[in-house]
């Protein structure tokens, strides 16, 4: 959010020759819910066995992630048990992925924040 503030101009003479939409930011106090998005690099492709897959996301908190691989509610493999949450990961396939399998990267600390890729 910009909020305008007057400025003094015998302290700062040439505020007065900036644009009028120009401000100053203060932080907002609204706290965003932490979540995680997930997306393939191109298109709904299934990972191959032994194939090299990138699993993409972003994140708006800190801290390291957990990724997983599930077909319903049952886990199919601990594809990272703990991994810096930089966005990217290279996983290899060591089994045959079926279309309707999900990925799903959960925050390590709080495992109620998560995002999920559906294959």
Not at 65 to 92: F, H, M
Request: proline share 5%.
């Amino acid at each position: 959010m910009i909020v305008s503030q007057l400025s003094n101009l015998q302290e700062n003479p040439t505020f007065r020759h900036l644009p009028h939409y120009l401000g100053f930011r203060k932080k907002s106090t609204n706290q965003v819910a932490p979540k995680i998005l997930i997306a393939q690099p191109v298109g709904k492709v299934l990972p191959k066995k032994d194939q090299p897959f990138l699993i993409l996301w972003r994140d708006n908190f800190g801290g390291d992630v957990s990724i997983k691989l599930y077909d319903g509610n049952k886990l199919i493999q601990n594809i990272s048990s703990r991994t810096a949450s930089d966005g990217v990961y290279e996983w290899t396939a060591r089994i045959s992925v079926t279309e309707g399998y999900f990925i799903r990267i959960s925050s390590w600390k709080d495992r109620n924040i998560f995002g999920q890729l559906q294959l």
